[in-house]
């Protein structure tokens, strides 16, 4: 007797037919290539169209009530599958309509119709070769799922000469083989093309809509969606340049796909992702294509088409994101980091300029890159990444007011953003304020969610440094060049730390490997710099500073620089004109904070000098030009130097209410200003207990390094020697003579020896007395004679017994 079948013979839906009895999906007539759990799915959501089909409806379907699977995932398998072969949007369905944390619901018309194959309207008995076929699969014959044998197969099976065993043997035979081969084949299909090991080489995009706006704006996109995953490896933009010019082309040459492919070679990637975009009429077609660079095999392509320009960006992101499952990265992982490139920024141009700034700071440093910033949120006001790209730079260019600025408009838009853009938008903000409690969540964060990632363990070196743990920064500096060999950061913090320690081998052999690596940068000369006036490397140091001629936003720092070693050395006519050529060039660079932080810091030399009416005069000029946070932090310290004390407090009391929550000032600076405002009049003991709370810290690098190091302990020297307590006072003078890697050319490490020689003195150690101040005079053998310090250190000499 004739047993119904559920399904509709043939359902059909736009140009689509579903044939239920033979299990295939053709689109006008053609035959489409879908999984049989997909094709379950579709055709349990088509025969119900307009009704909601839960998950749970769906996981029965697939697996039963005792097949236990991650089902969540392969539903969405399935539903991405069954989207991906009838050209479907999840955003906007044409076909099937997703019902958050619900279900699935077919929306097209739907039209029922006869198969052209004959099909059996009964069923075999369970003991026939039908039945074997439906028990293999998990299918109980009359159920939604029962498989229909066309009748020419029957006839043949019923007609053949075999015994019944023999035709049931062969079958499970058969069916055995395929079970396997399926099994193979769903292995092979499944298996990750990639590794969390393995690096990718982003090519330019090939452009042939003729419209310049895609134009490195698509490659950015890519690398903002695909930079956000944890387990995909892209290759950075410095190790792709320092490449390219080993291969002997321009730093920022096009990236063809046949040069990503040598890229990909020689860098020991495994795969160069290319993509392009064209026109269909007013449509855009986006196509990526990741292609293994040692055979050219392609592991992965992806297109989908975009109805106008402004949809570009949200097709590509699409695209990237089926792309990444099928490169090897687990679906939870897509779905936890998957947030569209349309809310880092929906505007081409403004991505565009992005990435010329980015390309920009990477060739020619920091203050070339500003103007395409400041386009990009000229043309997005909400460009989060923008205008932390804006504040790292103006950190990096001793412009902190306006880094801060730039930080709390990005910190206020983090929430539109990737994961990765937020955790870096929260560290730059949180390094900018000076909160250094608040960075430390944000990088255990960052890597657990990005292990591979360097930059956490770089800015973890940083505030270890600051506090003046050299053995922790040193651990994470370390980790972070194992993970970015390439990242020129690791570089600059490696050699700072090497500097402080006083290894001096090792930060030569940091930057020596920079250079081999072709890395640069304007800290990495900065570094040679200190590096040379360490080793007492003269025509070094003045190479760094001829290098620097010309450039703005670095000009004006090894300048500044080497007016310090002037004034180490006594040169203070030398150390004058210097300060004043760091200020004109700060000014030419429209740095005038930067401008004013270089007049302050020669204003707090010329106090330490004893020149009290040069320092104050030039204190009000940088005030004048610029009364930023740093500004004022040194303007209240060389105030206090000179004996304007009753200003300085002013000053201090300003910073300490406009800046209660940032660390460095009230760990380090504030103290010192209270102690030096203590010491003017008078009052070692107050000097000796404001600089109490520094004493963890006061081998420290507070921002901006390497001004104004190594002053607690001078202070505190200079405390204990108004007490008369001489040894107390040669302890804390030695300890700055100790770590020259620390006081660099800041001319306290010469007035240490001064120090040093007045401290053995109160202790009555008159030979080693004499021994300090022949040090200093030594070092001020050619210093300019009229300075106050040096005509009070020559009569105390003369006095000695």
Request: proline content about 5%.
């Given at each position: ?11 059909r839906?736009?140009a ?5 009895a033979?299990?295939e999906?053709r689109?006008s ?5 879908l999984?049989p ?9 088509a ?5 909601i ?12 009530d ?6 969540e995932?392969?539903i969405n398998?399935?539903?991405n599958q ?5 050209g479907?949007?999840?955003e906007r ?13 077919f ?13 059996l309207p ?13 028990a ?15 009748r020419?197969r ?12 023999t ?6 035979a ?5 079970v396997?081969i399926?099994?193979i084949?769903?292995?092979i ?13 982003l ?7 003729g419209d310049?706006?895609f ?7 890519l690398?903002?969606e ?5 387990f ?17 082309r321009?730093m920022n ?11 990909c070679?020689?860098t020991?990637?495994?795969?160069v992702?290319?993509?392009?975009i ?14 293994a ?5 392609t592991?992965a392509?992806e ?8 949809d570009?960006l949200k ?12 490169l090897g ?5 897509v779905?936890?980091f998957d ?13 565009k300029?992005y990435?010329?700034?980015?390309k ?6 920091n203050?070339p ?5 400041t386009r990009a949120?000229e043309?997005?006001p909400?460009?989060?990444v923008a205008y ?5 730079r103006?950190?990096n ?5 306006l880094a801060?600025a730039?930080?709390?408009k ?19 903000y ?6 250094v409690?608040k960075q ?7 890597m657990?969610d ?6 956490p ?7 270890f ?26 570089y600059?913090?490696?050699?700072d730390?090497y500097?402080a320690m006083d ?17 640069d940068?304007a ?8 590096l040379?006036?360490l080793?007492?490397?003269f025509?070094?140091?003045?190479q760094?500073v001829?290098?620097g001629?010309?450039k ?5 720092i ?6 310090d070693t ?8 030398n150390?004058?004109n210097l300060?004043?050529r760091?200020?004109d060039s700060?000014?030419r660079?429209?740095?005038k904070?930067a401008?004013?932080?270089?007049q302050?810091?020669a ?6 000098f ?5 320092s104050s ?9 610029s009364?930023g946070r740093?500004?004022?932090i ?6 206090a130097?000179a ?20 660390t460095?000032?009230?760990?380090y600076?504030l103290?010192?200003?209270n102690?030096a ?21 006061e081998?420290?690098?507070p ?6 190091t ?7 020297g200079?405390a ?16 700055v ?8 050319n800041?001319p306290?490490?010469a007035?240490?020896h ?8 109160v202790?009555?150690d ?10 200093f005079f ?6 300019d ?7 009070q250190?020559?009569s105390?000499?003369?006095?000695l017994?």
């Open positions: 007797m004739a047993v119904p079948a559920r399904h509709p013979v043939v359902i839906f736009g689509f037919e579903l044939d239920a033979d299990g999906l689109k007539g053609i035959l489409l290539k999984h759990q997909p094709l379950r799915v579709l055709l349990l959501l025969e119900r169209p307009g009704e089909v839960t998950r749970e409806e769906i996981r029965r379907c697939l697996w039963g005792n097949t236990f699977v991650d089902f995932r392969g398998f399935c539903v069954i989207r991906s072969v009838i479907d949007d999840a369905p044409r076909y099937i309509e997703t019902l958050p944390r619900r279900g699935y619901r929306i097209a018309s739907v039209a029922i119709g006869e198969s052209t194959k004959q099909t009964f069923h075999l008995p369970a003991s026939s070769a039908e039945s074997k076929v439906a293999l699969e998990g299918v109980e014959p009359g159920s939604a799922h029962e498989i229909r044998i066309p020419s029957l006839f043949s099976i019923l007609v053949d000469r075999w015994s019944r065993k035709v049931v043997a062969a079958i499970m058969f069916c055995v083989i395929a396997l399926a099994g084949v769903s292995y299909y499944r298996a990750p093309k990639l590794t969390e090991k393995d690096s990718i080489v090519a330019d995009f090939t452009n042939s809509t310049a706006v134009d490195d704006a698509l490659k950015q996109a690398a903002v695909l930079g956000q995953s944890p995909l490896n892209i290759l950075s933009e410095t190790k792709a340049s320092e490449t390219l010019k080993m291969m002997g321009p040459a096009r990236v063809t796909p046949d040069i990503a492919r040598e890229l070679l020689r020991g990637s495994k795969a992702l290319a993509g392009a064209s026109s269909l009429g007013s449509h855009y077609l986006v196509d990526l294509d990741a292609v660079c040692s055979n050219g095999d592991l392509k297109q989908f088409e975009a109805t106008s320009k402004e570009v097709a590509l992101s699409r695209a990237a994101a089926n792309l990444r499952t099928k990265e687990s679906l939870p992982s779905q936890k947030v569209p490139i349309e809310a880092t920024t929906n505007s081409l141009e403004a991505l300029n990435s010329m700034g980015a920009v700071g990477s060739e020619k440093g203050a890159s500003i103007p395409f910033l949120i043309l997005d909400n460009f989060a932390a790209g804006l504040a790292a103006y950190s260019l001793n412009e902190p007011s801060l730039y930080a709390t990005a910190y206020e838009l983090r929430d539109r953003v990737t994961e990765r853009e937020k955790l870096r938008i929260s560290f730059i949180f390094r900018v304020t000076g909160e409690e430390t969540p944000v990088f255990n964060l960052w657990a990005y292990p591979r990632d360097p930059a363990n770089v800015s973890l070196g940083v505030n440094a600051f506090m003046g743990q050299y053995d922790k920064a040193l651990a994470e500096s370390q980790e972070a060049l194992k993970l970015g060999p390439e990242n020129v950061s690791v600059e913090n490696l050699t730390i500097l290894r001096l081998d090792a930060a030569k052999a940091i930057l020596n490997r920079a250079h081999t690596n072709n890395l940068s800290d990495l000369h900065w570094d040679a710099y200190y040379a006036f080793q007492g490397d025509a070094q140091m003045e760094q001829a290098w001629a010309g703005p936003g670095t000009e004006d090894l300048l500044s620089a080497q007016s002037e004034a180490y050395y006594g040169r203070l006519s150390a004058r300060s004043r760091a200020v700060a000014v660079a429209d740095a904070e401008a004013a932080l270089w302050v810091n204003a707090l030399r010329e106090a330490e004893g020149e009290t009416a040069e005069n030039q204190v009000r000029e940088a005030l004048a030009l009364p740093n500004v004022k040194f303007a209240a310290l060389a105030l130097r004996g304007e004390t009753a200003q300085a407090r002013a000053i201090a009391n300003e910073l300490e209410k406009d800046y209660s929550s940032n460095v000032l009230k760990l600076r103290p010192s200003i102690a405002i203590a010491l003017r009049k008078g009052n070692s003991a107050q000097a000796l207990e404001q600089l109490e709370i520094v004493k963890p810290y081998l420290g690098q921002t901006p390094t390497p001004l104004g190594l002053y607690p302990p001078f202070l505190r200079q204990y020697l108004l007490m008369q307590d001489g040894t107390a006072a040669a302890a804390e003078f030695q300890k003579l100790d770590h020259r890697g620390i006081a660099l800041f306290l490490g007035l240490a001064l120090g040093l020689g007045r401290a053995y003195s202790a009555g008159a030979g080693k007395a004499r021994t300090a101040y022949q040090d030594a070092l001020w053998k050619d210093a004679t009229g300075i106050p310090i040096l005509q250190a020559k105390e000499y003369a006095k017994k």
